[in-house]
């Protein structure tokens, strides 16, 4: 069974840089599958951030894209998110997840990490 | 706004029978991608109910059933029980926006 954890700073600063890592283990992020990024603003609904397969090809949210990179890290099965120029609307809850690749939907996810946009 | 629409909120007494409809369009459901359904119990990550259209992963009960016609797509949940009670969102693929779509999600409450 796969298990994805997600950890990262639970404040940042309006303006700043929001990084997080997904751990993965019980499985290979160079398998067949894209692996995810989505958050969730208190009170609301799922929203995809981007994906990231291991050849290197990510996909954006075209509302995020601008402020949004996504990388992996083979050799430590990780992967990562990076936004910048944050504000408050940008405070969430962070999952990450696996994308079953034929099929396209999230088999696996994080237990997710609040992240707090505040001065 | 969503780009696949869900109603709010659903309700319905223990036993009975609710359902949940998720509309797309031509550039998502109606092009014929996949729908999958999650259900998200409180202070909890999503989990996959139901994956192209109407397949359940195992342990999950076949009290939970998938259709999709046209634009459009249901989640049924049949002998409703008190530990049912979450908010389901649906999913697809969007080419026009050349990615992963969410319906805004549905409260079901069991009364």
């Known amino acids: 069974q796969v298990h994805l954890q997600e950890s990262g700073p639970g404040l940042v600063k309006p303006s700043g840089t929001l990084s997080l890592t997904c751990a993965v283990s019980?499985?290979?992020?160079?398998?067949?599958?894209?692996w995810s990024w989505v958050r969730q603003s208190p009170g609301k609904g799922l929203e995809w951030i981007g994906e990231?397969?291991?050849?290197?090809?990510?996909n954006y949210n075209p509302s995020l894209k601008s402020r949004v990179t996504i990388s992996m890290d083979l050799s430590k099965n990780q992967f990562s998110l990076n936004m910048n120029s944050v504000t408050a609307a940008d405070t969430a809850v962070y999952f990450c997840?696996?994308?079953?690749?034929?099929?396209?939907?999230?088999?696996?996810w994080g237990q997710g990490t609040l992240v707090t946009v505040s001065s | 706004q969503s780009i696949l629409t869900q109603p709010p909120s659903v309700s319905g007494a223990p036993g009975q029978r609710v359902t949940i409809s998720c509309t797309g369009t031509s550039s998502n459901i109606g092009a014929g991608y996949e729908v999958h359904w999650y259900q998200q119990l409180p202070g909890t990550a999503p989990k996959v109910l139901i994956y192209?259209?109407?397949n359940r992963p195992s342990g999950v009960p076949d009290r939970f059933s998938g259709s999709k016609s046209g634009t459009s797509a249901s989640l049924a949940i049949t002998g409703l029980q008190a530990e049912d009670e979450a908010d389901y969102y649906c999913q697809s693929y969007d080419s026009s926006l050349s990615g992963v779509v969410f319906g805004g999600g549905t409260k079901l409450t069991v009364l």
């Open positions: 019980g499985g290979s992020i160079s398998s067949r599958n894209w």
């Open positions: 997840a696996r994308i079953v690749g034929a099929i396209y939907y999230f088999d696996q």
């Open positions: 990231m397969y291991h050849s290197g090809k990510t």
């Open positions: 192209a259209i109407k």
